[in-house]
């Protein structure tokens, strides 16, 4: 499914395409995250506009609400929402346990209990029980039908200690190995062929991320994925794993690291080091706070508040070398109006200015690297 | 700025042209309403896609935010919004009295009091004194620009005694001619032509209907509305009124019935006698609540609410013979998902619907008033 198109010489960075039955995905590439069938804000063909290649859904999200099997009426996720280009889901890990802890430390249950066969835990919505084993995980996912589906991984805090991260590694590897055994059975459910990808954990030790590493490239996967709570979060933390993982994994998979997008920069940093693709709901979720991206020319932060006063009467647009429809047709002074307003379009039209900021960046890191130049395109944005 | 196409051999109902500098529009015509600068949840790219001619600005509101002279520095609200089409604004002060009785019945202040000069309101966003003159309303109205602006008027609650109501209705008389002699100085403040309507009052009261009728139809208006808080909310008083007003007031000159648009079937009372142009807030606030237009031969209700349980699996779309953007690419079952997981694309899929319903109920009118049929058309509708 993976081709390396072209392999940088001055770093790991490298452009390739991924090849599915819903069209071709150039790499390195951003996914927006499209949780609940959307990405919110947007319609399928304000996605088309921004040059969007693959958008991510949430397992956990589907499932609750409106359900795989509601979907699988339909023929798939694409087909529900009307989305004909590539989807990836993820295996729901991450909520489960990122949601119920959330619900544990506000005092509202959330009893989220994890043993060797699974997860059992509390639907954000209206409290009702679920459970999911790896099996359960990947029967939805072949329902919901994305082109790429994730393992069920257990996600293990950053400050896990090295023997709880042991145990949960343990379960995760052999989740894993469950995973691809379930998916052999029924890897065509809609018809067309679903990619599953594996995902490398143990948290912080670097022994464990090494042995994950290995045990994970060893297995039968489309894909490798790092994952982790700091995954994204925390850039140092970020670069240190896969500096340690880099040497193990195999080159001709697709490497995905999950959670990594909160800056335009942190983009350059896994792309240095071999990344061909990652996804972050932050892109999105700052759009609807008003901060939206601009070049480091413009403002060296990399971003405006929009709602901030010296942008009351600006005619400007958020950023003068952005051709996306937001910048082409408006001011800062009319999309702070909006945001003062809490009118809805203010919402959309920041959103579709952040994604095709990171999407553009995108493309013009694939053409560095075809061009042997990522690094000094790198420094001009440093 | 008014040519009158056809009048129909059955009916008052007639077609017509209202030439803006900002180019034609072609009537009888339903108006959407952008209060705050925008049609809420679209953008002016939808707006063309639905066939929007004109759109509504609130007077009341943008003087409050973002204000006339940030908006007059843009060269009008086209420019500051980026909408090339025709607008109309009204005076502000159905949203002075409406909102300021609003908040007296809520006990929260919203001191509105009136004297024969003008109104001192309390801003509806925070508490702030602000006073409307006749005068001063003209001069916000030139500032922000519309192509066609209203008179100031006092809008009288339906159960208004006689005596108040001629108060009240000389009043509004008085400043119908402070309204002209001010729009005379300065009618062409962003270099082209804005058009001036005057607006007929006399709540219930036949007498007092025809007085007016007479009164401002003797003005130098370039347009006549119907106003009252019943017209448009009360379809058997509005047709009343407007059965009292029609011998009287000019064939030649665009009728307006303000607030008008509740149901599809309004419209078609209002054409019936006479009327060009006509505009609700109703049609996009019900979409936002998944209250959803379709023809008699879908629901006799002539509206479904979406997020019934008996849409959950429904792979049709909203009405199978709508053409809109909505219709064309989603079914209902994935509105409800939408609209029950809260996501901000439903709002817009659902205004979008609801607008180009109603408009292209307009055109279907417009052919049928030239072929002498519009009563034919309504009769199919009842």
């Known amino acids: 499914m993976f081709e390396i198109t072209h392999q940088e010489k001055n770093s790991l960075a490298r452009t390739g395409i991924l090849h599915t039955e819903h069209g071709d995905i150039e790499t390195p590439i951003f996914m927006p995250v499209g949780t609940q069938a959307t990405v919110k ?3 399928n063909e304000d996605l088309k506009k921004i040059n969007t290649q693959i958008i ?5 999200h589907l499932h609750l609400r409106p359900g795989e099997n509601l979907i699988a009426e339909f023929g798939g996720l694409h087909k529900f929402m009307g989305w004909d280009g590539p989807i990836l889901t993820d295996s729901g890990g991450f909520q489960v346990f990122s949601l119920g802890l959330q619900k544990e430390a506000k005092g509202q249950g959330g009893l989220t209990k994890i043993d060797d066969d699974g997860v059992t835990f509390q639907s954000h919505i209206d409290g009702s029980t679920h459970r999911f084993t790896p099996e359960e995980a990947i029967k939805i996912q072949h329902k ?3 082109d790429i589906i994730m393992a069920f991984d257990e996600c293990t805090p950053d400050d896990a200690d090295e023997k709880y991260t042991r145990q949960a590694l343990d379960r995760t590897h052999d989740w894993a ?13 809609h018809g067309y062929k679903q990619f599953l990808f594996g995902i490398i954990q143990g948290a912080g030790h670097k022994k464990l991320r090494e042995e994950s590493a290995k045990f994970i490239s060893d297995l039968d ?12 979060y925390n850039m140092e933390a970020t670069k240190k794993i896969l500096d340690w993982v880099n040497p193990i994994i195999p080159k001709d998979k697709p490497h995905y690291t999950m959670g990594v997008g909160h800056s335009p920069l942190d983009l350059f940093e896994v792309v240095e080091r071999g990344v061909d693709m990652f996804d ?3 892109p999105t979720r700052v759009a609807r706070n008003g901060r939206l991206f601009v070049h480091p020319k413009i403002d060296k932060k990399m971003h405006i508040n929009i709602l901030n006063t010296e942008h009351r009467a600006d005619k400007n647009p958020i950023d003068p070398t952005c051709t996306c429809f937001t910048c082409q047709n ?5 999309l702070q109006h909006l945001f003062k307003s809490q009118e809805m379009l203010a919402y959309r039209l920041a959103t579709i200015h952040n994604l095709h900021f990171l999407l553009n960046l995108m493309q013009g890191m694939r053409t560095a690297v075809k061009e042997d130049r990522f690094l000094e395109l790198k420094k001009s944005w440093m």
């Open 41 to 43: 804000t947007l319609d």
């Open 56 to 60: 991510l859904g949430n397992t956990y």
């Open 144 to 146: 919901i039908g994305a």
């Open 177 to 189: 190995e469950r995973c691809i055994v379930e998916h052999k059975k029924n890897n065509c459910y």
């Open 221 to 232: 996967f489309d894909g490798i994925a790092i994952g982790g709570e700091s995954v994204g």
């Open 280 to 282: 972050c709901v932050s």
């Open 330 to 334: 408006h001011s800062r002074s009319y």
